[in-house]
């Protein structure tokens, strides 16, 4: 029996594998599939998702993050920090230089005398090719051993990581390459071929949503055009299908809304780089002090990353909240945890997602992922970029102006295709609400255009290709 590897470290991962027809895809060509995942929440996946033809295994993410932390810690770190932002200047590198920035921000003692070096290193491999090469060898020196037993049990076919080992599933990516079985791997975030660059083990395949990334991979991180395939992205054949959405009468009772008043609908966004608040609270005023051309309402979606162990993040949710307790018409609703080291960024709330971008009279956020999601619900997009005076005003903390992130590549691409608007003050903000609850499909056109250029396959079928892709390169 053919049988594959998947590595799902991630809960964007499950949704990408378990909740789409990958799974479905593989299992009824007769290929075994072993999911591996979190230790922790392999019993919770294995009774949701269990049927035959899979099986979970655990990732063994504690002894991923053992190794990393003990054996030559250092030069790991730097070189999965040169990996992260060496990838060709051909393509627009400008999330990777924030990334530089960041690091270079924040680093204390060696690492902030090592810098200097590592920015001239990181010179040589945006313009050179076979340095990249030559780095993305020299990770192939850290391959612990971790795996030896699953590998041998299943004799896979195939392995396949939701990143190119842009994470720890390197580990698992560098073992099945040593032991020459192919290996592969699914892009499963928007800017992911932009904001993480170069693999982090040896590949034979990966999969993209477009052209678009598929160009990125190619001039970027020099990959062989012949192996980046364009399946689209399986999470949102949900969207397409309508699988997930809930009843507008539902959703609103859900969290307590007033049928009679327009949904604004912000989701938070980039708060690695930036607080929120600023955004959120300039919304509540319009919406309390009932500023805008209708009676509206917000309905605020807080960040995964709001529910880290950080203190600033953690200060941002709690004021969001208070915020919401304190004024009428605004609410906060919070992404459900899968748990373990999959954390907030799980499929568990699928039908509050869809239903909340459906409704959504007008959807705002900052660049977000949910641009796109919320482009396939043809809802009209804001993307709100109050810049928030010092940041996170924290000594030694990295912040960046939102009103400066615009040229990140995917970015760039949102505001170039004219699929929303974008507001850097109270006065933008206001036109651009009001001008979408009074001419809803003014943008209808260049949304549509924006997601058949961002996800490729428009009907719900980027499961199924997905799986076909993969099942042609299972050997055994």
Not at 260 to 287: E, H
């Amino acid at each position: 029996m053919k049988r594959i590897f998947i590595s799902a470290d991630h809960g964007l991962a499950i949704v990408y594998f378990l909740q789409s027809d990958v799974l479905t895809t593989l299992l009824m060509a007769g290929v075994e599939v072993i999911v591996l995942t979190d230790d922790a929440l392999k019993e919770q996946i294995t009774r949701r998702f269990g049927q035959p033809g899979l099986t979970i295994e655990g990732l063994r993410l504690k002894e991923a993050h053992q190794y990393f932390e003990t054996v030559s810690p250092s030069t790991q770190w730097w070189l999965n920090f040169l990996r992260r932002v060496g990838a060709s200047n051909r393509i627009n590198v400008e999330a990777m230089t924030s990334h530089v920035r960041q690091v270079e921000v924040e680093a204390v003692g060696r690492r902030k005398q090592l810098m200097p070096v590592m920015k001239g290193l990181i010179g040589v491999l945006r313009r050179s090719r076979s340095a990249r090469q030559a780095l993305v060898r020299r990770q192939m020196a850290f391959s612990p051993d971790l795996y030896t037993d699953l590998f041998e049990k299943y004799q896979p076919g195939l392995v396949v990581a939701s990143t190119a080992g842009w994470r720890l599933d390197r580990y698992l990516l560098r073992q099945a390459a040593l032991r020459s079985i192919p290996t592969a791997a699914a892009v499963v975030g928007w800017d992911n071929p932009s904001s993480y660059s170069l693999p982090g083990a040896p590949l034979n395949w990966i999969n993209c949503w477009s052209e678009i990334q598929k160009q990125e991979l190619v001039l970027g991180s020099d990959w062989e055009a012949a192996r980046v395939n364009v399946g689209g992205i399986p999470s949102y054949d949900g969207y397409f299908r309508k699988q997930w959405l809930m009843s507008r009468a539902e959703y609103f009772n859900l969290h307590h809304l007033d049928p009679n008043r327009k949904l604004l609908g912000y989701a938070c966004s980039f708060i690695t780089f930036s607080p929120n608040y600023q955004n959120v609270a300039a919304l509540a005023k319009l919406v309390a002090g009932d500023q805008l051309a209708e009676p509206s309402q917000l309905l605020i979606r807080l960040h995964p990353n709001h529910f880290m162990d950080e203190p600033l993040f953690a200060s941002e949710r709690e004021r969001i909240r208070q915020l919401a307790r304190e004024l009428p018409n605004v609410h906060v609703v919070e992404p459900v945890p899968l748990g373990g080291e999959l954390g907030y960024y799980s499929g568990e709330d699928m039908p509050e997602k869809t239903s909340m971008m459906a409704y959504s009279d007008v959807f705002l956020t900052v660049y977000s992922t949910m641009v796109v999601e919320a482009a396939i619900h043809d809802r009209p997009i804001v993307s709100v970029c109050f810049d928030a005076p010092g940041g996170w005003n924290q000594p030694g903390r990295f912040s960046l102006a939102l009103s400066k992130i615009g040229d990140w590549p995917t970015h760039q691409r949102f505001r170039q295709a004219r699929a929303g608007r974008v507001a850097l003050n109270d006065v933008e903000l206001c036109e651009a609400i009001n001008g979408y609850l009074q001419y809803p499909l003014v943008d209808q056109d260049n949304r549509q255009k924006f997601i058949r250029d961002e996800c490729t396959f428009v009907d719900g079928s980027a499961g199924r290709r997905t799986g076909e892709y993969l099942l042609s390169n299972i050997s055994g």
